[in-house]
């Protein structure tokens, strides 16, 4: 039945060092190749990352947001805007796929990267949207990674507590509500998105 609660669905974590395997960026590769309907990604430590889908209001501002960032970007002409499908090998050793992501082109041109393969870089910019399935602590977790590999801002968006988390390289974490008006300056000079209208 349509109106019929369903179980909430949650990340899973499976330890491979318990389990003494090993999973390699190619191995990892072939694997979100073979199960297009998972939204997988891979920890520092080798540990594979099940996520569930998204409920549709996520799918939806994840959508929203993307297409403010690339409407942006078609201006700018600086970089390129990715999507959650996107992998990213961090430098140290994670495979991750931000909500939304973006990434000067100047980098993009200096490595050449396979168009068919991960790439193999942090993204400057990077959203995290929480959706009902993510835990707090993983999510804040996730953006203090990128920051360490190199993120040079983000945002975790958290409907769940009316907040906004903002992250800096050197800077303390900053705390907006919800429904304020973001800056991407100087990462991001002139992008803007007011959450109000995202969230309305």
């Not at 990462?187 to 969230?199: E, Q, T």
């Amino acid at each position: 039945m349509l109106d019929e609660p369903r179980q909430l669905m949650m990340t899973l974590t499976l330890d491979m060092q318990a389990a003494d395997l090993h999973i390699g960026e190619a191995e990892f590769y072939r694997l979100c190749q073979a199960n297009q309907d998972l939204r997988l990604e891979l920890s520092a430590k080798g540990n594979l990352i099940i996520m569930p889908p998204t409920g549709w209001d996520t799918g939806h501002r994840n959508s929203t947001l993307n297409h403010r960032l690339v409407s942006w970007a078609e201006k700018d002409k600086s970089g390129l805007v990715f999507d959650s499908s996107t992998g990213f090998i961090l430098p140290n050793g994670a495979i991750r796929s931000p909500d939304v992501a973006w990434v000067l082109r100047s980098r993009l041109e200096a490595i050449n990267p396979n168009p068919n393969k991960f790439l193999p870089l942090c993204p400057d910019f990077a959203v995290e949207l929480r959706s009902a399935n993510d835990r707090l602590l993983d999510s804040q977790a996730k953006l203090e990674e990128y920051i360490d590999n190199g993120l040079r801002l983000g945002w975790l968006i958290n409907p769940k507590d009316n907040v906004v988390e903002i992250y800096r390289p050197q800077h303390a974490t900053e705390t907006l509500p919800l429904m304020s008006a973001l800056s991407g300056d100087p990462v991001l000079p002139g992008f803007k998105v007011d959450l109000a209208k995202v969230f309305s």
